[in-house]
């Protein structure tokens, strides 16, 4: 449950970021690889029901809890993930980025109480995030066709199992009990999803192709570190 839920998510948030940080790559669209686009979009359409009936109402909800006790929940996976962004920061051979992410779990574990509070970002120790899909980009392994995956959502044949090494890398596997690993989880997915709620307004158009795009060009500038080519931007400003 943990990966399906996590995964999803993780998803969701990647495609609408991307597309508030770094645009819509139309420009983008003429070098993807979608053979399985007439599958892909039965998917897709199956997902979008799954979040909107289920994810959004609940998140709706969510939202009119106090802005503290949300930012707490936030913070404290956040510190989590800095073990899996220190595992692939030292697989790729960039040593400072496992280093600052090893302070940020050392500071806000202690200072920050497990996490709930962020003492490491003022110290100017700030994220460096990879995961082993990039750890997978960063060594030359292509990202192979696009694919939509029944509520796991967008995705690559690369990134699909990928997931897989990041979730063995997360400390709940190994801190918490089942039961208290599927609370936690189900916790995570709520809180994320509130997150983006405010972003949906940005996706127009063919839905698809918006999510499609938007997640393939936010994944190759992480995967690139952000040194990647992009037309679209130069044409957009």
């Known amino acids: 449950m943990k990966f399906i839920c996590h995964t999803f998510i993780s998803i969701i948030l990647s495609y609408m970021v991307g597309a508030v940080s770094i645009g819509v790559a139309s420009a983008y669209a ?23 009936w289920v994810l959004k109402p609940i998140a709706v909800q969510y939202v009119k809890l106090p802005a503290g006790m949300r930012d707490r929940v936030t913070l404290f996976f956040a510190n989590l993930d800095e073990v899996k962004y220190l595992l692939n ?3 790729q051979g960039k040593w400072s980025g496992a280093g600052v992410s090893m302070q940020r779990f050392l500071l806000n574990t202690s200072f920050g109480v497990f996490g709930f509070f962020d003492v490491a970002t003022p110290l100017g120790y700030r994220v460096a995030g990879e995961d082993f899909g990039q750890t997978l980009g960063y060594w030359g392994i ?3 066709p696009y694919v939509v995956l029944p509520l796991l959502g967008p995705s690559t044949v690369r990134d699909t199992g990928s997931e897989i090494i990041d979730t063995a890398a997360d400390p709940q596997m190994y801190l918490f009990s089942k039961s208290d690993r599927t609370k936690l989880t189900v916790l995570w997915v709520i809180n994320k999803r509130a997150e983006i709620l405010s972003l949906e307004r940005v996706i ?4 698809y192709l918006f999510v499609r795009d938007a997640f393939l060009q936010k994944r190759e500038f992480e995967v690139t570190d952000g040194m990647m080519e992009d037309d679209f931007l130069e044409d957009d400003f």
């Not at 127009?204 to 839905?207: E, F, Q, S």
């Open 142 to 144: 292509s990202s192979g």
């Open 204 to 207: 127009r158009g063919d839905r």
């Open 89 to 91: 920061n030292g697989l």
């Open 30 to 52: 003429n070098d993807v690889s979608d053979p399985f686009e007439k599958v892909n979009r039965v998917t897709f359409k199956l997902n979008d029901k799954v979040d909107k």
